[in-house]
């Protein structure tokens, strides 16, 4: 059975940074796009960035050139570092891999940007 497991969320004032990782494991034959969602109260699930087995990457506007993805296809691990958080990045961020074939998600992280 194939589990993502993110890590790396917490508090940080608006300015700062953090880095997210998300590492697959189980038996794994094949990753294809990888991507961070994420999801706030009452609102939707929304996408945030993916990246393609390739290394396509597309982003959320409301990121784009605050936050970078990237994977490492030998750890089956895709990050996403974010920089100049403010305090609308606030969310559960959640890992989406298609492992196998079949989409799997994580089970979240919490990123608070608030002084």
């Known amino acids: 059975q194939v589990q993502l497991v993110e890590s790396g969320g917490g508090l940080v004032q608006p300015g700062g940074s953090l880095r997210l990782s998300c590492a697959a494991s189980?038996?794994?034959?094949?990753?294809?796009?990888m991507g961070w969602y994420r999801q706030t109260l009452g609102k939707e699930r929304e996408l945030v960035a993916a990246?393609?087995?390739?290394?396509?990457?597309n982003y959320a506007d409301s990121v784009k050139g605050r936050f970078t993805i990237s994977r490492d296809n030998a750890k089956y691990t895709v990050y996403l570092q974010m920089n100049s958080l403010k305090p609308e990045d606030t969310a559960v961020y959640y890992c989406?891999?298609?492992?196998?074939?079949?989409?799997?998600w994580g089970q979240g992280t919490l990123v608070t940007v608030s002084s």
């Open positions: 989406d891999a298609v492992v196998n074939t079949i989409e799997v």
């Open positions: 189980g038996t794994i034959f094949s990753i294809n796009d």
């Open positions: 990246i393609t087995s390739g290394g396509r990457t």
